[in-house]
């Protein structure tokens, strides 16, 4: 008899914790009704961070009722700049955004020009896992990992700002592998595309799905791949032999790569308004029409929605302080 009431008073204490819950995301999504939040985009218009950020904000317009999304460009320093702006927004859950992963090294890396804090942002959700890959152009006669590493003259890399993936993981692996490879910043959006095929820069590192297009048209090709299952490009880390220090920013960098194409507020959201964000995100990124088009412009899906993201992302920073040293180590800007 004693069990049956327990039982029942517990049944009775998870019913109201769940009505709680749905009236709270309730009143949360109300917030929202006939107010504009800002998507801030931390690059130019034009590439994979641009494209994935207005996908995710045309959807999460849907699944808001009443809301307005209004996507920002707001490019600068490997997109610093917009993420120094998201993190000291008024934390009212109506300006949100998305911005580079490498500015997971940047933090632990210590490197100037950080004002925010990753572990402590309101994580919204992460809409793809994506390789990393090292691509040549055409232009460039490179057909292969071994050749790039064998040139007697060094070749111009583009890459983002001082902050971004492709200019850390670009650092460390020129250093670590010792490559001949200038790394030339100041590319965002597509623009490096455009200036591979102008012949200005003959390769990048990048994520695999933003240059998978640039690729199929013959522009270009993958020469070494960190991370994913494909089986087309060959991994890096069966090149690089023995190479301790080459291993370890491998590992550094496929640690990255699950964590793709991030959305996130400023600390401090109100918890039912942080809710509301969540799950429209999480509608958003199940919404057939959502994926039918992200399939057509060849992006990868494979979202993780709140704290999921934010575990992902400490577990990303929890390195080693031999880890941390080799990285502020490895980039290093050397002659």
């Known amino acids: 008899m004693r069990l049956s009431k327990c039982l029942a008073a517990t049944g009775a204490v998870a019913l109201v914790a769940a009505w709680s819950g749905a009236a709270s995301a309730q009143e949360g999504a109300a917030f929202f009704d006939g107010k504009t939040v800002n998507y ?11 494209t994935n950020g207005r996908l995710v904000a045309e959807f999460m317009q849907k699944h808001l009722p009443g809301s307005t999304f209004v996507v920002q460009n707001m490019p600068g320093a490997g997109h610093l700049i917009g993420t120094n702006y998201i993190y000291a927004s008024e934390p009212d859950g109506l300006t949100i955004g998305t911005f580079n992963t490498g500015l997971i090294y940047s933090q632990l890396a210590e490197k100037e020009g950080i004002k925010f804090d990753l572990a402590k942002m309101s994580w919204i959700g992460k809409v793809a896992s994506d390789p990393r890959v090292i691509v040549v152009s055409k232009q460039s006669g490179i057909e292969s990992f071994e050749q790039l590493k064998n040139l007697k003259e060094p070749i111009k890399f583009a890459a983002a700002g001082v902050g971004s993936a492709s200019t850390i993981e670009s650092t460390m692996l020129i250093n670590t592998l010792d490559l001949p490879i200038q790394v030339i910043t100041g590319y965002n959006g597509d623009e490096d595309q455009l200036a591979m095929r102008r012949g200005e820069v003959q390769g ?40 301790e220090e080459a291993l370890k920013a491998i590992v550094l960098v496929e640690s990255q790569s699950n964590i793709s194409r991030l959305t996130a507020g400023p600390t401090g959201i109100p918890a039912d308004r942080l809710q509301a964000l969540r799950d429209a995100y999480a509608k958003a990124t199940s919404d057939p029409e959502f994926l039918k088009k992200a399939e057509s412009l060849g992006l990868p899906i494979d979202p993780l929605i ?20 080799f990285l502020k180590e490895a980039t290093k800007k050397k002659d």
């Not at 199929?216 to 060959?234: L, N, R, Y």
């Not at 709140?306 to 040293?325: H, I, L, R």
């Open 306 to 325: 709140g704290d999921q993201v934010g575990a992902a992302v400490e577990k990303a920073m929890d390195q080693s302080p031999e880890m941390v040293a």
């Open 204 to 243: 990048i590192v990048g994520s695999r799905s933003t240059f998978q297009q640039f690729v199929d048209e013959g522009h270009g090709k993958f020469i070494a791949q960190i991370g994913g299952s494909e089986t087309d490009v060959p991994q890096l880390s069966s090149m690089v032999g023995t190479n």
């Open 40 to 50: 801030i985009v931390a690059t130019d218009p034009g590439g994979g961070y641009d």
